[in-house]
């Protein structure tokens, strides 16, 4: 098979995985090893460097990274094994033809949102401001990100979320495991983390308020 790549994309690659890791981790997104990221390198054939499984995003190097192929196969010789997800990134990238990077992490909140809203098989946002973060500009637009099961068979589970998700909205959430979210590029991936994670936030706090929990202060505060 011939890609159209070169060492110097490869190198450009892993040090944007490196970079992104970094935002995330400072911010407590690869809590016990959990997390994944991958970055296209070429769409036809599919080839993406992908992280190693089982590495410690928080202290991620450029050589946790390895490049694979559309079936989720080391494209070279490596002793790295690419994440145990790395079908979910592939089935991204086959579905939407414009996704550059593609970024996953378990938080607290994306956990909390994908288990509360699962049985309506999606999450509705409306009228939030970070929408314009993944480029829906209209005034009070509302957006609904999908959530699948948590299936321990991940053909299965890379199958579900190539079926559901919506080229307009660039994530899906896994029931209590966390959110898989792309972009054009590792800029746009990283912002639509952001973003989606900042409004999770939001949604369960105002929940919880409407609801008449007390909210911890701490946690009002972030
Ligand atoms: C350590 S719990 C997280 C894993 O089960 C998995 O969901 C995950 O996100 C990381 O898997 P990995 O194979 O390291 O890419
Ligand atoms: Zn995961």
Redesign the pocket.
Known sequence: MTYAFNQEDRIRVAQGLVDVAKNFAEKGWFP?????LSIKLSGEPLAFGV?????DKENLTVHDILVVDGNSKAIEPTTLKP????LIHAEVYKRVPEAGACL?V?TLYNNLISDIFFEQGKVRLQGIELIKALNIWEENAAIEIPIVENYADIPKLAAEIGDVLDPRIPAVLIRN??IYAWGADVFAAKRHVQAFEWMFNYLFLKLSYQRGATVPVELAAL
Request: proline share 0%; hydrophobic share 15%.
């Open positions: 016990a090893t959990s997390g994944n992280t190693a499984s089982g590495k994440s145990a997800e790395t996953h378990h495991h966390g």
